[in-house]
């Protein structure tokens, strides 16, 4: 299995409370990802990344911002939680433009966040 | 992007072969067919990628027609293990400058088998 490691793996937190959200890999890949998933909406793409400080939005990226400041850390950022934001986060990654763009993702375990 | 469509649900029971087929019609000449299977609380796991015709691994089987419209996913002998959603993307090269991935994942198919 890829080194993904998502942290924390739960979390409660109160409405308008910032909230980080982090993913580490030990692949070295350039490509990462973070998604949510939610029941009724599979899942959804939030935010991704094509290398060091290079980050571009995804279908879902209000109230979201995302940095990635070394190859195998990519943070997740909520500034104001909303329960609208509950959910499950999931991490992802891939090795190449080809393999990214062609579908080939390796997922962490994801992220359970409650916003109350 | 190219929308698919597979069934919610499907059932099976142990030992059989069980087949979804997700529809994309607006497939485009550069996109990739890929499959995968989720289990409960955990992330996607990547099963198998086609392009046309019929891809093979160990896991599974992928079959295209030449129209690519439609493919096929077949799991062989299931196991009460194989009881999971499993997700059909279409996706492929975007732009080069961005090379981003801006793949769609629907509501999958929940297959469950039986003993």
């Known amino acids: 299995d890829a080194g993904i490691t998502q942290s924390p793996r739960h979390k409660v937190t109160e409405t308008g409370t910032p909230v980080t959200l982090r993913c580490h890999q030990t692949e070295n890949h350039r490509y990462m990802y973070w998604y949510r998933q939610d029941p009724g909406h599979g899942l959804r793409l939030i935010h991704y990344s094509y290398g060091v400080k290079d980050t571009d939005k995804g279908e879902v990226s209000d109230g979201y911002s995302v940095s990635r400041s070394k190859t195998e850390d990519f943070l997740l950022t909520l500034e104001s939680a909303t329960s609208s934001q509950t959910s499950v986060y999931f991490c992802?990654?891939?090795?190449?433009?080809?393999?990214?763009?062609?579908?080939?993702?390796?997922f962490g375990e994801g992220s359970r966040l409650t916003v109350l | 992007l190219a929308k698919t469509t597979q069934p919610i649900s499907m059932d099976s029971y142990e030992g059989q072969e069980v087949n979804i087929t997700c529809s994309h019609n607006?497939?485009?000449?550069?996109?990739?067919i890929t499959w995968y299977q989720q289990f409960p609380s955990q992330g996607p796991r990547f099963i198998i990628q086609?392009?046309?015709t019929k891809v093979t691994n160990e896991v599974a089987s992928l079959f295209i027609p030449a129209d690519r419209k439609s493919s096929t996913l077949s799991l062989p002998r299931v196991s009460l293990s194989d009881t999971a959603v499993y997700y059909c993307?279409?996706?492929?090269?975007?732009?080069?400058?961005?090379?981003?991935?801006?793949?769609?994942f629907g509501g999958g198919t929940r297959v469950l088998v039986k003993p």
């Open positions: 086609g392009y046309k």
């Open positions: 993307l279409v996706g492929g090269l975007l732009e080069i400058k961005a090379a981003g991935n801006k793949l769609t």
């Open positions: 607006n497939i485009a000449t550069n996109d990739y």
């Open positions: 992802a990654i891939s090795e190449s433009s080809y393999r990214a763009v062609t579908g080939e993702l390796f």
